[in-house]
């Protein structure tokens, strides 16, 4: 259980990073309307992600009682929703044809949230209820 809560914390912190990131790349003052569309599009997609880091976080702290299997199903789902909203601003970034050096930036910071998420969520699917 510790080993999930302390994954799930580098999540968020990842994720928060990300976001962060993303948020400066934004005050960028040389950015065309079109391509600040698409950096707080992604932002807005982080944000989110660190949400349902944030609910699954807090859902940890609360595993007791009789739907103790319900409410993991819960965190599971919001924590492959979470790397879902990191890959689709991934994969925005793809085809909008960004500046690379942005580009590479934010996937940089996106995708390292992901894949932390990714391997907080295996300790999640492991515990035994």
């Keep these: 259980m510790k080993l999930c809560n302390t994954s799930l914390s580098l999540a968020l912190k990842a994720t928060k990073r990300a976001s962060s990131t993303i948020s400066e790349i934004l005050k960028m003052t040389n950015l065309t309307d079109i391509v600040k569309a698409v950096i707080k599009d992604c932002l807005d997609n982080v944000k989110t992600s660190m949400g349902q880091l944030q609910d699954s ?12 299997e319900f409410q993991i199903s819960n965190i599971q789902t919001w924590m492959s929703s979470s790397i879902t909203d990191d890959q689709t601003c991934s994969d925005e970034l793809d085809e909008m044809n960004l500046d690379a050096t942005i580009r590479d930036q934010i996937r940089k910071v996106v995708l390292n949230a992901a894949m932390v998420n990714s391997n907080a969520l295996y300790f999640v699917n492991k515990l035994i209820y």
Aim: charged share 25%; proline share 0%.
């Design 57 to 68: 976080l807090a859902a940890m702290g609360q595993l007791d009682g009789i739907d103790k």
